[in-house]
């Protein structure tokens, strides 16, 4: 059975840190490329960051370069998530994804095939 957890999520106050993990299970990890994807109420999902297979390329959307970093440990078949400085504008429910996309860093959700069920981040003082 295929499954992406997400945990690490919680309440954290702006300018302090955060770190989500992201455990899978079920298929062949090694051989997909991660995604960090997040949403907002009344919004739409939105790429964060992706990491390709052998993490040799990372993207970050504009809004949280510098602040966030993607990485992954395939020994522990987990993705994180760190989230450092973050703003109000950072609250949403966080998913990780992996794509068989895994030389590349697709930031379309369509080109993800497994998701998790997401992690609520609430930045707030």
């Known amino acids: 059975q295929v499954q992406l957890v997400e945990s690490g999520g919680g309440l954290v106050h702006p300018g302090g840190s955060l770190r989500l993990s992201c455990s899978a299970s079920?298929?062949?990890?090694?051989?997909?490329?991660i995604g960090w994807f997040r949403q907002a109420p009344g919004k739409d999902r939105e790429i964060v960051a992706c990491l390709t297979r052998d993490g040799d390329k990372t993207v970050y959307v504009d809004s949280v370069k510098g602040r966030f970093t993607i990485s992954r440990d395939n020994a522990k078949n987990t993705v994180y998530l760190q989230m450092n400085d973050p703003k109000p504008e950072d609250t949403a429910i966080y998913y990780c994804?992996?794509?068989?996309?895994?030389?590349?860093?697709?930031?379309?959700?369509?080109?993800?095939?497994?998701w998790g069920q997401g992690t609520q981040v609430t930045v707030s003082s």
């Open positions: 079920g298929f062949a990890w090694a051989n997909y490329g």
């Open positions: 994804a992996a794509t068989v996309r895994f030389f590349a860093c697709p930031f379309s959700k369509d080109e993800y095939t497994y």
